[in-house]
């Protein structure tokens, strides 16, 4: 709850990668709220109201994925109209005249984004979808000690910076400060 509030407050594609994270997380612990509430809650260094809250949020995180039937794969809808957003101020942004450099960064991740489309046979997936996707991927081999390829490595570092100034402009955008 806390480091969602905080990534949802300052970059929009790490809070969206941070539940997703979250969602395995749960998915692992085979939504038990007493291991929940034992490995995850009992990680912040908080009072007992905060603590109580983190334990409610996660509580009703596990009721969403159950209720909205994620609980194997999938995001719950929440964050996939995040998602959905995200990907319209896209769009938009590729029609703007307002940033160059985004268009710039947007033609070389472009082919990247088409690759890691087709490699992972979702040929219908938009690509904010496929772009965070490819970043947690490599996080997620990285956190296994597993070996990422020089290609990958290079593929995934011009896709970070497409969608690390995508999320700035996101929130200059949100709090007023770009204008479309």
């Given amino acids: 709850m806390l480091i969602a509030q905080e990534k949802r407050k300052t970059n929009i594609a790490e809070y969206i990668i941070y539940i997703w994270q979250l969602e395995d997380l749960l998915r692992a ?21 905060t603590r109580l809250d983190i334990y409610q949020y996660y509580k009703n995180m596990v009721l969403m994925m159950q209720k909205e039937k994620v609980t194997a794969k999938g995001h719950v809808q929440a964050i996939q109209n995040i998602t ?59 956190l296994q000690n597993k070996e990422v390829s020089k290609g990958t490595e290079q593929a995934t570092a011009h896709i970070s910076k497409l969608v690390g100034h995508l999320a ?7 709090s007023g400060e770009f204008d479309l």
Wanted: hydrophobic share 40%.
């Fill in 29 to 49: 612990l085979n939504f038990d709220m007493e291991k929940i509430g034992h490995i995850l809650v009992s990680q912040f260094k908080v009072d007992e109201n």
């Fill in 84 to 142: 959905d957003d995200v990907n319209r101020f896209h769009l938009q942004l590729l029609q703007s005249a307002n940033d160059p450099q985004y268009k710039a960064l947007y033609q070389i991740a472009k082919p990247l984004l088409d690759e890691f489309r087709m490699k992972s046979n979702d040929v219908s997936t938009h690509d904010i979808q496929v772009a965070l996707q490819a970043l947690y991927s490599v996080m997620l081999l990285k």
């Fill in 168 to 174: 700035a402009r996101y929130k200059q955008s949100e």
